[in-house]
């Protein structure tokens, strides 16, 4: 519970940078209040992750993941928040949920563990309690006058699909990944309007990449950013195919990290090192499910290594979203650096926090030699990235997404 209470305090922190970054006297907001009004049909929420919240990982049915597999393997000095028992909410939702309703929340986003609902990830065998489990979060989210936004997947794949092909980093994992999809459509989709496909494949494909490697389930050849990337976008682009052939209503939307990279001055090389950083770190998950292929700039970074979308695919791809859903964490200073000099990224201590966003961060480097990054908003060290706002970094983030 303490983890659902900590998401929403951070939302409501996310509200009070963004009204403190219009920086406008109390006067001007007085005289032309009506602006900033906010509309009706905004839906304040707060959202949780089945991994991050449920615990309960091997209730009723449910097996490893593999992600839990992950977590276990790390041990308790990497992860010291134990998600076996996480907030306890596979238990305690009613709880949550009433909890959510007294802050007056509108929206009650949550996704659904793929391993819970398959824990084989055989959509064939009968279902599971934890198929009833999201039939009654649904009801209580409803029964409290709140909309339920469900996000299909956030990191947490049968252990079966790394175990024989090695996930996100095989094309198997399109198929399965639509196999589950058509189930929960097909179960849930007369409950739900609001849907997310995948959460950050850009967070999972750079820092679970990583993870695996640490925890020696894995050799650093055997992962690829880019190859986990392509196969989550066209995992994205199947569930929405699905969708609108079940579904006449409803939104289905792709979700994205973002780490806006703001450029540290005016300087040609400074806007340019910036761009190509936001083209690798967004441009390439989002671009796809808008005008059917990566950005031309990060086909020229990359080259050979990234994969290649056939003709069928990209028609697919094309207007393949509802919406876009961004998660905004923080703000980064991109200045450009000659490709020979090595880089002097921030990094000061931190811990976990630290090791998980450094490890992100030099994946989305791997192909950028000439550029460096330092965490904006003030902070100093990566553990401050959690808690610095650069205060107009959402803005800049929505400029980039809507230029
Ligand atoms: C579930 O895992 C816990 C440890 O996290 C263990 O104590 C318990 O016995 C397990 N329950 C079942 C049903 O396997
Ligand atoms: C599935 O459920 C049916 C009906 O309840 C039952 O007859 C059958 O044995 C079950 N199959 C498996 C594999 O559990």
């Not at 995992?235 to 699905?242: N, Q, W």
């Not at 330092?374 to 990566?382: R, V």
């Amino acid at each position: 519970m303490d983890h659902v209470a900590t998401m929403h305090v951070s939302l409501l922190l996310l509200l009070a940078a963004a009204y403190q970054a219009a920086g406008l006297p109390a006067a001007v907001l007085q005289a032309d209040a009506d602006r900033y009004k906010l509309p009706a049909e905004l839906l304040v929420g707060a959202g949780v992750s089945a991994l991050q919240s449920e615990g309960a990982w091997n209730a009723s049915g449910k097996v490893e993941s593999a992600a839990d597999h992950l977590i276990h393997a790390l041990g308790a000095s990497t992860f010291p928040v134990s998600h076996d028992v996480a907030a306890d909410s596979y238990h305690r939702f009613r709880e949550d949920v009433a909890m959510a309703a007294k802050l007056k929340l509108k929206l009650y986003k949550f996704s659904m563990s793929w391993a819970r609902i398959l824990p084989t990830a055989d959509a064939k065998v009968n279902k599971t309690e934890g198929v009833q489990f999201y039939h009654d979060l649904i009801s209580e989210i409803k029964a409290h006058n709140m909309t339920p936004m469900v996000i299909l997947y956030h990191f947490d794949h049968p252990l079966a699909l790394e175990n024989e092909f090695m996930g996100w980093q095989s094309s198997k994992m399109v198929d399965r990944f639509a196999e589950y999809a058509r189930f929960v459509f097909d179960e849930y989709g007369q409950e739900v309007d609001l849907w997310a496909s995948i959460n950050e494949p850009n967070m999972y494909c750079t820092y679970f990449n990583l993870m695996y490697v640490e925890a020696n389930l894995r050799k650093k050849d055997e992962i690829d950013m880019y190859t986990c990337l392509h196969n989550n976008i066209l995992a994205h682009k199947e569930a929405y195919k699905i969708f609108k052939e079940g579904r006449a209503s409803g939104k289905l939307g792709f979700t994205s990290l973002i780490m806006h990279g703001k450029p540290a001055t005016t300087s040609a090389e400074d806007v340019y090192a910036a761009d190509s950083f936001n083209a690798i770190q967004t441009g390439m998950l989002l671009h796809p499910v808008v005008y059917g292929d990566y950005p031309e700039e990060v086909k020229l970074l990359v080259g050979s290594k990234l994969p290649v979308f056939t003709t069928e695919e990209q028609k697919d791809l094309k207007d393949s979203t509802d919406f876009i859903g961004y998660n905004l964490y923080f703000g980064m200073e991109v200045t450009y650096k000659h490709p020979a000099a090595s880089p002097t990224l921030h990094e000061g201590g931190g811990g976990a926090a630290a090791n998980v966003m450094m490890g992100v961060i030099m994946a989305v480097l791997q192909d950028l030699p000439f550029v460096n990054v330092a965490m904006g908003g003030g902070g100093s060290g990566a553990a401050a990235a959690f808690t610095s706002v650069m205060t107009d970094g959402a803005r800049k983030t929505l400029d980039q997404l809507t230029g």
